[in-house]
């Protein structure tokens, strides 16, 4: 298993301005995942956080909107960038250690964007 | 490309009575289904997963699945409803072809009434 700890758990935010989320696993994992969840909505994934090199965004996400980090195997942040209203969502970091185990998740980070 | 449908995006069931939450998958290759849990304000917790052994899983919290091929299903059952099975549940699917992510249905909300 694996525990992630993600931060801010939730945040208020002016649009016009960026946030940075956190997320932390408590050992190495080679898969790791930005989702977002809008409001009554399902999971979309954002991006996969690659180790050394830039993320994978899935359609309809770019990385000037949403740019992500991942410096070592354990660590990542997903950036909001530039926000409006319609970025507030939940946030979640998700990890995965092999193709045929489940995902673990984040607790999440709730932004609300003023 | 892998997809998931949810039927169903609100299930009301009595205390005590079955709990049917239903999950079509679609993939060209052999998948791995997963059925997550999300209660108010928290991350996701993971019920059960189907990886290609045993096609009736048993999950926590009294909840099991069956994997049916032929059907491409993948539905939730649980003999009798505890009012703190209230929640959010989502079916989820990764094929090997296709990335590492889950691919995440449209989640049902359980409702219990006494």
């Known amino acids: 298993s694996a525990v992630i700890s993600q931060k801010p758990s939730r945040d208020i935010c002016q649009r016009g301005t960026s946030l940075t989320i956190q997320c932390q696993v408590d050992s190495q994992v080679t898969m790791m995942f930005w989702y977002r969840q809008q409001p009554g909505q399902s999971l979309t994934l954002i991006a996969t956080a690659n180790q050394g090199s830039e993320a994978t965004y899935e359609s309809g996400f770019v990385i000037d909107k949403f740019p992500i980090s991942r410096p070592n195997l354990t660590f990542s942040t997903l950036t909001v960038s530039n926000m409006s209203p319609e970025d507030s969502s939940i946030y979640l970091c998700?990890?995965?250690?092999?193709?045929?185990?489940?995902?673990?998740f984040g607790q999440g980070t709730r932004l609300t964007v003023v | 490309a892998q997809s998931v449908t949810q039927l169903g995006s609100h299930v009301s069931v009595s205390e005590g009575a079955l709990v049917l939450l239903r999950c079509n998958y679609s993939?060209?290759?052999?998948?791995?289904l997963f059925w997550y849990v999300q209660y108010p304000n928290q991350g996701l917790q993971l019920l059960l997963k189907y990886t290609s052994a045993a096609t009736l899983v048993k999950g926590i919290n009294g909840f099991e699945a069956e994997f049916k091929k032929s059907e491409t299903s993948f539905h939730l059952t649980k003999p009798s409803a505890h009012m703190s099975d209230a929640a959010e549940y989502f079916c989820?699917?990764?094929?090997?072809?296709?990335?590492?992510?889950?691919?995440f249905g449209g989640g049902t909300r359980l409702m219990v009434k006494p």
């Open positions: 998700s990890v995965r250690t092999r193709m045929n185990t489940e995902a673990f």
């Open positions: 993939s060209s290759v052999p998948p791995y």
């Open positions: 989820a699917v990764s094929v090997s072809n296709a990335g590492n992510m889950l691919t």
